[in-house]
């Protein structure tokens, strides 16, 4: 029977502290549908604030505070938005612009670092006046931590360029930030400076930060109470969120600071598995919390025989594709389980890479 459990599946597998506990339990509460939800109200303004805005909303989720900025920007259908082919919008959110939005996707590729290439960016804008035979570009967007490509930061300077290039040609810029407070960490830049260029921002509460729920998306108020609404027609209002506003109120004081520690460790474990036959890891590709581990070619090993041996050790891994495993560091994993992680790792290796016996 497995006694210990290192669950580095996502960050967002956290456990609400006591801390959080306690203020969901004596959140002060009111309708928030109806505007008066006061816990609501002060995160809104706190996270506001940290990003220079003017407005911010709670929402349910990243995938709906993305999708919500996207309607928001792109408000006539078979708009435009420009976006990286490897980006979450892209890839994990059931093509809800186009589904629900009515907006149209056209990629650019993601270098592996994941910025999109400039001149690419700028030769993919079509005309927002439109035109009669393809759709108007209202929007471009970011991706900052790139998840995957494996938590990497985009900087100022770059996000800076993106957002010359949209106003020049009379766009909008928004930032999908669900692991924005890493960047802002790994960077050493304020989380202002990193989105000053967007006109709207989505940042997650419950990856890094450790909150148990919900996201919020920040811009001027003009597009927060357009966002507003299209929040209560996706379903997105909610009651008493102060409950879930309180937990992340918490989560912005005690859990943003260890933001850095989680990256401590995500390049500690990273440094430990590269030492190992059989898998190879870019070390230097370790900017935040996040580590993508793939098998060398040649050895026995495969992610999914892998991911399971491990798990009967309590080691709990997602696979990313047959020949790839992603690890996530959060402020609930120890130093004591990267090291138990090693350990597990490198006799899973050096049992599974043994000779069969006929």
Same mark, same amino acid.
């Given at each position: 029977?497995?006694?210990?459990?290192?669950?580095?599946?996502?960050?967002?597998?956290?456990?609400?502290?006591?801390?959080?506990?306690?203020?969901?339990?004596?959140?002060?509460?009111?309708?928030?549908?109806?505007?008066?939800?006061?816990?609501?109200?002060?995160?809104?303004?706190?996270?506001?604030?940290?990003?220079?805005?003017?407005?911010?909303?709670?929402?349910?989720?990243?995938?709906?505070?993305?999708?919500?900025?996207?309607?928001?920007?792109?408000?006539?259908?078979?708009?435009?938005?420009?976006? +990286?082919?490897?980006?979450?919008?892209?890839?994990?959110?059931?093509?809800?612009?186009?589904?629900?939005?009515?907006?149209?996707?056209?990629?650019?590729?993601?270098?592996?670092?994941?910025?999109?290439?400039?001149?690419?960016?700028?030769?993919?804008?079509?005309?927002?006046? +439109?035109?009669?035979?393809?759709?108007?570009?209202?929007?471009?967007?970011? !991706?900052?931590?790139?998840?995957?490509?494996?938590?990497?930061?985009?900087?100022?300077?770059?996000?800076?360029?993106?957002?010359?290039?949209?106003?020049?040609?009379?766009?909008?810029?928004?930032?999908?930030?669900?692991?924005?407070?890493?960047?802002?960490?790994?960077?050493?830049?304020?989380?202002?400076?990193?989105?000053?260029?967007?006109?709207?921002?989505?940042?997650?509460?419950?990856?890094?930060?450790?909150?148990?729920?919900?996201?919020?998306?920040?811009?001027?108020?003009?597009?927060? !109470?357009?966002?507003?609404?299209?929040?209560?027609?996706?379903?997105?209002?909610?009651?008493?969120?102060?409950?879930?506003?309180?937990?992340?109120?918490?989560?912005?004081?005690?859990?943003?600071?260890?933001?850095?520690?989680?990256?401590?460790?995500?390049?500690?474990?990273?440094?430990?598995?590269?030492?190992?036959?059989?898998?190879?890891?870019?070390?230097?590709?370790?900017?935040?919390?996040?580590?993508?581990?793939?098998?060398?070619?040649?050895?026995?090993?495969?992610? !999914?025989?892998?991911?399971?041996?491990?798990? !009967?050790?309590?080691?709990?891994?997602?696979?990313?594709?047959?020949?790839?495993?992603?690890?996530?560091?959060?402020?609930?994993?120890?130093?004591?389980?990267?090291?138990?992680?090693?350990?597990?790792?490198?006799?899973?290796?050096?049992?599974?890479?043994?000779?069969?016996?006929?």
């Amino acid at each position: 029977m497995v006694m210990r459990s290192v669950d580095l599946r996502s960050d967002t597998v956290t456990r609400p502290t006591d801390a959080m506990r306690e203020a969901m339990c004596n959140a002060e509460v009111d309708d928030d549908v109806l505007g008066y939800d006061p816990t609501a109200r002060r995160l809104e303004e706190e996270m506001a604030k940290m990003m220079g805005k003017e407005a911010a909303l709670f929402v349910p989720s990243g995938t709906m505070g993305n999708l919500i900025s996207v309607m928001v920007h792109c408000d006539v259908r078979g708009s435009e938005v420009i976006l +990286g082919d490897n980006c979450h919008i892209h890839v994990y959110e059931n093509g809800g612009i186009s589904t629900i939005g009515g907006v149209h996707p056209k990629t650019v590729k993601n270098e592996e670092d994941g910025t999109m290439d400039l001149e690419a960016i700028e030769a993919a804008i079509r005309d927002p006046k +439109g035109s009669t035979f393809y759709p108007s570009t209202r929007l471009i967007c970011l !991706e900052n931590t790139h998840a995957n490509s494996g938590g990497r930061c985009l900087s100022v300077e770059y996000t800076e360029k993106v957002g010359e290039i949209a106003k020049r040609h009379g766009v909008k810029l928004h930032i999908d930030g669900a692991r924005l407070f890493n960047a802002s960490i790994a960077l050493g830049v304020p989380v202002h400076k990193l989105v000053k260029a967007a006109d709207s921002v989505q940042v997650c509460l419950s990856k890094g930060l450790g909150a148990p729920v919900g996201s919020v998306i920040v811009g001027s108020q003009s597009f927060i !109470e357009k966002a507003k609404t299209v929040r209560k027609t996706l379903g997105g209002g909610m009651r008493q969120i102060g409950v879930l506003c309180a937990a992340a109120l918490v989560a912005l004081q005690e859990n943003l600071p260890k933001l850095q520690h989680d990256h401590k460790k995500a390049k500690l474990l990273a440094e430990g598995l590269n030492q190992m036959k059989g898998i190879r890891v870019n070390v230097a590709a370790v900017e935040t919390n996040m580590i993508f581990m793939d098998m060398e070619d040649g050895s026995r090993l495969t992610a !999914e025989k892998l991911r399971k041996n491990l798990e !009967e050790n309590g080691i709990l891994l997602i696979r990313g594709n047959s020949s790839r495993i992603r690890i996530v560091i959060h402020h609930q994993i120890t130093t004591s389980d990267v090291h138990y992680t090693l350990s597990c790792f490198q006799q899973a290796i050096v049992t599974m890479q043994e000779p069969s016996r006929t």
